[in-house]
């Protein structure tokens, strides 16, 4: 298959009408920290069985088009012995693979980070190609300061995005590409607005340059929402009116998706956010979807606690998470299904 229609047939299974995807690509440290929350040791087995158990739902595919996993569990199986990528597979859903390695202070650029990661990034994703993944993550990580993120900052971490999108798209694989501007702090609505309006054009311009194919990229964009500390807080309606302004300036109409990272909001707040940007959107040049991870994870893992015995009901948790961003797609979520 020649890499162009590589490009054009992953893109079309992942940015789907009524589906988004599942991001289950936590790095060691995140993954001990979720499961610190209940009581868990984190292993490779208990990676592995819980992995196994969201992999596993059954009618994901319903909501779910493609599922973003980490290098660890390319390798791991499910409990009768199938390669979890595969288990994906066959559902339908495009098995996608995290690669970035995590961010460290950027030096001279003092309360800015860089993501690392670019170093050999070719090879392993010829090996992660060869065990099933067909699009890739990449998060550069941006917080809000009094001056923060700094206009270096926010260059060399666009730059790193392009490199690594140039380098997927050369291999046939789909780059999501995503600048989180995160949720910590207590800055207005506005602050983030203006933060995210400058991040995401200067990624533009870096993919530009680096003759990125906007139409083969997935954008996972953080809302725009007050700091979590702020003192004025916002409702759905007006998360929609600015994330979908704030997008209107500086996303080309030729990307296909945009998939929102949940960031910390809790997972009723982010279904009724992507909701209230859907009912908003009208016919807007791109899908508006969801690449949640803790927003789908969070009641899974709280009905789960490690117990084999519970796995059915987390299963039905994730599924019911799931159909209910499936519902938000459309703009047609409401607050009293969550009782359904
Ligand atoms: P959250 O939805 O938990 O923010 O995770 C999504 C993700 O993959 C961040 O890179």
């Known amino acids: 298959m020649s890499i162009q229609i590589e490009l054009q047939s992953t893109i079309a299974e992942l940015v789907v009408t009524g589906k988004g995807i599942l991001a289950a690509d936590e790095s060691h440290p995140t993954m001990a920290k979720r499961f610190k929350a209940i009581n868990i040791e984190s292993t490779e087995e208990s990676r592995r069985a819980y992995r196994s158990l969201l992999l596993t739902t059954p009618d994901?595919?319903?909501?779910?088009?493609?599922?973003?996993?980490?290098?660890?569990?390319?390798?791991?199986?499910?409990?009768?012995?199938?390669?979890?990528?595969?288990?994906?597979?066959?559902?339908?859903?495009?098995?996608?693979?995290?690669?970035?390695?995590?961010?460290?202070?950027?030096?001279?650029?003092?309360g800015d980070l860089i993501t690392q990661g670019l170093d050999g990034l070719a090879d392993r994703l010829a090996g992660y190609k060869e065990q099933g993944a067909r699009f890739a993550k990449w998060r550069e990580v941006y917080s809000i300061g009094v001056h923060n993120p700094t206009q270096l900052g926010i260059e060399?971490?666009?730059?790193?995005?392009?490199?690594?999108?140039?380098?997927?798209?050369?291999?046939?694989?789909?780059?999501?590409?995503?600048?989180?501007?995160?949720?910590?702090?207590?800055?207005?609505?506005?602050?983030?607005?203006?933060?995210?309006?400058?991040?995401?054009?200067?990624?533009?311009?870096?993919?530009?340059r680096h003759r990125v194919e906007l139409e083969f990229i997935v954008l996972k964009a953080s809302m725009i929402v007050p700091g979590k500390d702020a003192q004025r807080k916002a409702v759905p309606d007006e998360i929609a009116e600015k994330t979908l302004k704030q997008l209107r300036r500086s996303v080309p109409a030729a990307v296909p998706g945009i998939n929102f990272l949940s960031g910390g909001q809790t997972p009723e707040e982010a279904t009724a956010n992507l909701n209230a940007l859907n009912a908003l959107a009208g016919n807007s040049p791109w899908q508006l979807s969801f690449s949640y991870g803790r927003a789908l994870q969070q009641p899974v893992l709280q009905t789960w606690q490690g117990n084999p015995e519970n796995i059915k009901a987390a299963q039905t948790a994730l599924y019911k998470r799931a159909k209910l961003n499936g519902a938000a797609r459309y703009g047609n979520y409401s607050a009293g299904m969550e009782k359904e």
Not at 62 to 86: H, R
Not at 89 to 105: E, F, R, S, W
């Open 60 to 110: 994901l595919n319903e909501f779910i088009s493609g599922v973003i996993l980490f290098e660890e569990t390319l390798g791991q199986q499910a409990d009768n012995g199938m390669p979890l990528p595969k288990v994906v597979a066959d559902q339908g859903i495009v098995p996608g693979i995290k690669v970035d390695k995590g961010t460290l202070p950027m030096a001279n650029a003092p």
């Open 156 to 208: 060399a971490n666009a730059e790193v995005l392009a490199r690594y999108a140039a380098i997927c798209q050369s291999l046939g694989i789909v780059p999501i590409v995503e600048p989180e501007v995160l949720l910590d702090g207590d800055h207005s609505i506005e602050r983030c607005l203006e933060v995210t309006e400058a991040v995401q054009h200067a990624v533009f311009h870096a993919l530009h």
